[in-house]
């Protein structure tokens, strides 16, 4: 059944209406007709197997037939933070972490981002979709744009977490060779296409950051974050 994102869903949701784009893809999109059913999405951890009582312009209106909790998935421990990339990069990059399950992204601006678009609304809708293609109860926080100094400051809040940063120094550590215990959280930091400064460099590090190398040579932004993802998920 195909999954349909309803941020209102509850535990103790009854009836629940699905109103614009979501709507628009039921009707419009998937053809869906009353008493056909379908699965709800709250993005939260809910799901909901749920029966279509009336469809028309107005919105669609669904029975709620059985609601599940579900529990977070491991990879939810991962937060990254992808500096500003050319848009249809940033699109890719935040629909393939949503789609491994990331538990937050983090847009930052760096000494060397050449990208001062942000488009949360647009960035957010694809994240609603990729979570409806992967079928997950869990969307992603994506955060408010920041500097990367303040990202930084901000893990200085939370000191058992796991702090990297991708980098292609010398000094970095093989992120296939790393000793990572499987119970904290992880904080990645993915730079721009010109790379982070030496004063970034020198600020991760005096805040416990780690030095990884995820290949053996230089990726893309939204790869170096897809490959990131995929290796640490192997710790968890």
Known sequence: MEYFYCPDLSEDSDLVNLLSEEAHHLRNVFRKSPGEKI?????HGLTATAEIEAADKKGVACKVKEVHKQAPSISRRISVALALIRPNRMDWAV?????LGVGSIYPVTTRFTSVNVFK???????????????????????KPLMSFADWIAENDSYPDRI???AHMANDAVDI???????????AIAIGPEGGFSVEEIAGCE??????????N?????ETAAISAVVHLKRYL
């Open 120 to 142: 949360e609304k647009h960035l957010r809708k694809i994240m609603v979709s990729a979570l409806k293609q992967s079928k997950q109860a869990f969307l992603p926080e994506l």
């Open 206 to 215: 005096q805040s416990g950051f780690r030095k990884v190398k995820l290949d």
């Open 176 to 186: 296939s060779r790393l000793s990572l215990s499987s119970e904290k959280k992880i």
């Open 163 to 165: 702090k990297l940063i």
């Open 39 to 43: 699965v709800l999405t709250n993005g």
């Open 95 to 99: 629909e393939k972490l949503t789609e």
């Open 217 to 221: 040579h230089i990726l893309r932004a």
